[in-house]
């Protein structure tokens, strides 16, 4: 039974100021006791480490290809070219010209693509097939001199240019495989080399892409590069192995040559059976991390002096047995890595003769191991942007395709998420930018720019508990103020969550909606409508400092969590918050009752 506990005369009033969270979302502590540099909740906005909460920016179409395909591998070919994989086709797209070329379409079917840049060069391999070489060649007929590879090409007509990089010669007629190209050869246009003895001749047709089956490479679900080494792992005849080549001599195409042998030079092969499946590999210093499915292992290519006689061995750096990793991504940070676990960085390899020497962390502890439940790492993707220094990691949550996108700020430690996204890969580019590879559709996008979602609109949520005065009492929100940077067009809604000492929660118990409360005349953007926008939605160039206060007047609740929602195209920053709460008598309680 429930016995009343004599009330205290009077009460205390209480001011909480929260600044908002610049730790991010925090779910393994108990929500009454949570830190005001933590919040439930922060869905489509970034932590800044200022303090701010900062509504992201969108993604924006950059083409489309006919079909419902997920693009599984997105990177940079060339300076003005991306190079994408979906279903069974490797295509370009010329960011100049618009064009997209398809490259090969008759790969195995397969669930994944990995690809590696190397000079001119592009490799890429799918699980199914053998490493497939992409290059750049130029048909020639009458020539009246031979070419000369590593001699610069220029186009008569054109003055376009390139290097050669080697030279198909059938006589008066050839092709030749060219690099470091600048500017458009023209069909018919007379081609010559920079040689001592000018090689010439005419060019015939145009530049064209070409993909040429490596013979000696085995058949393998992911590729890397060391130094002048490509490494390929998860062999198709030994999952857990993991296959290097030759080493570049510098004559072209490079990684013709898989041997293996303990010739200083040549390739080899590693395998570690008791880790399983190799489900990513990426390269820390001189070391290929190889992270499988029932731990991670690690491997060095060294050179030592065998009776006069230079030769290599493999020297094991790390063995361990743990959750392995479905994904990895090599940084200035280290390497991210994920399991079921979460999300992991790995600084250091440590010792193999020293254990626990290792450094390898669980950097996802805050978000407690349930937020983890529903989240698929299968074909997870990762990108890293140098210039905020924040990790997005694009998953699975209850879906069988990518949907969901966890962040996480290096430098504050703060997590948050964003929805709406529907990424299968990911890719960061050399100016720092990060472009997607739909997971529904074959589109790329570029990726945080402009203010909506290719034209749809973005909801935010930021959703945090107002831990104030004694949990024992019943309290009372008098007053609540709050500090936002707002669009002209932006409208917040802010909503309250009461929860009863039983944990019932009653959600929205009081809402309200907070708009600029001034204009200023001649604003750039004001009276503008937005793109698809409806009636009065306009665009500013930057939102403007707003601050407003009420008085929701909630009484007699144990906890009390404010949520801030948007759902508009436009930019706005949510910056602090105060609220006054009022103690008033303590909560009646159980009797506890004594039985010794």
């Known amino acids: 039974m429930y016995r009343p506990i004599r009330p205290q005369p009077g009460g205390k009033t209480r001011r909480s100021t929260s600044v908002t969270p610049i730790q991010g979302e925090r779910l393994d502590v108990y929500e009454g006791l949570l830190n005001p540099n933590n919040a439930l909740s922060i869905t489509n906005y970034i932590p800044l480490a200022s303090g701010r909460l900062k509504k992201r920016k969108g993604l924006h179409k950059e083409f489309e290809v006919a079909g419902a395909n997920p693009v599984l591998h997105l990177d940079r070919y060339t300076s ?3 190079i994408y994989s979906y279903a069974n086709s490797t295509a370009v797209y010329n960011e100049d010209t618009g064009v997209k070329t398809v490259i090969k379409n008759d790969w195995t079917a397969s669930t994944s693509f990995t690809g590696v840049r190397y000079g001119d060069y592009y490799f890429i391999c799918n699980g199914k097939d053998k490493i497939v070489r992409i290059s750049q060649t130029l048909a020639y007929d009458a020539q009246t001199a031979n070419f000369t590879a590593g001699k610069i090409l220029t186009g008569g007509t054109s003055g376009a240019t390139a290097i050669i990089l080697s030279d198909a010669d059938g006589g008066a007629t050839g ?6 190209i600048s500017g458009v050869f023209v069909d018919n246009e007379t081609i010559t080399d920079n040689n001592g003895t000018p090689g010439s001749a ?5 530049l064209t892409y070409v993909a040429t089956t490596v013979s000696a490479a085995p058949v393998c679900s992911h590729l890397a590069i060391l130094n002048a080494r490509l490494i390929a792992s998860n062999l198709s005849t030994d999952p857990s192995a993991c296959q290097y080549s030759a080493v570049d001599a510098g004559t072209n195409p490079p990684f013709d040559t898989w041997s293996n042998t303990s010739t200083a030079t040549a390739g080899g092969i590693v395998r570690d059976g008791k880790a399983g499946p190799i489900l990513a590999t990426e390269i820390l210093g001189d070391i290929v991390v190889n992270f499988a499915q029932y731990g991670k292992w690690a491997f060095r290519i060294e050179q030592i002096d065998s009776s006069g006689t230079i030769v290599k061995i493999d020297q094991t750096v790390i063995d361990i047995e743990d959750l392995g990793g479905v994904s990895a991504l090599m940084t200035n940070k280290g390497i991210f890595y994920v399991n079921k676990a979460g999300v992991h960085l790995l600084t250091s390899l ?12 669980n950097i996802s502890t805050a978000l407690d ?7 698929d790492f299968t074909g997870s993707t990762m990108a890293y942007d140098r210039v905020r220094e924040i990790l997005y990691v694009s998953c699975r949550k209850s879906s069988s395709s990518n949907n969901y996108v966890i962040a996480y700020n290096t430098q504050t430690k703060a997590f948050a998420r964003i929805s709406g996204w529907n990424i299968a890969s990911f890719f960061m580019d050399v ?18 720019t402009d203010n909506d979602d290719d034209g749809t609109k973005i909801t935010t949520e930021y959703y945090q508990p107002i831990n104030v005065g004694d949990p024992n009492t019943w309290r009372q929100l008098l007053q ?3 500090q936002a940077e707002l669009s002209p067009s932006s409208v917040l809604t802010i909503g309250f969550d009461k929860v009863l000492p039983t944990g019932q929660v009653l959600s929205n118990v009081n809402t309200y909606t907070m708009a600029p409360q001034y204009a200023v005349t001649g604003e750039t953007g004001w009276g503008s409508m937005a793109y698809a926008g409806g009636y009065g939605e306009s665009i500013v160039t930057l939102p403007l400092p707003c601050y407003d206060q009420f008085k929701p007047f909630i009484r007699n609740y144990h906890d009390i969590r404010v949520r801030i929602t948007s759902f508009d195209r436009v930019p706005h920053t949510v910056n602090l918050f105060t609220a006054d709460v009022k103690e008033t008598t303590p909560i009646r309680q159980r009797m506890i009752t004594q039985i010794t």
Do not use: H
């Open 80 to 82: 003005n070219v991306l």
């Open 175 to 180: 092709t030749l495989t060219l690099g470091n």
């Open 202 to 206: 005419t060019v015939n047709g145009t």
């Open 350 to 361: 440590g010792q193999s003769n020293i254990p626990f020497s290792q450094q390898s962390f």
């Open 369 to 375: 191991s349930a937020y983890f439940e529903n989240i």
């Open 431 to 448: 100016d720092s930018s990060i472009w997607g590879g739909s997971s529904l559709a074959t589109k790329v996008y570029r990726c945080f």
């Open 480 to 482: 609540f103020m709050i």
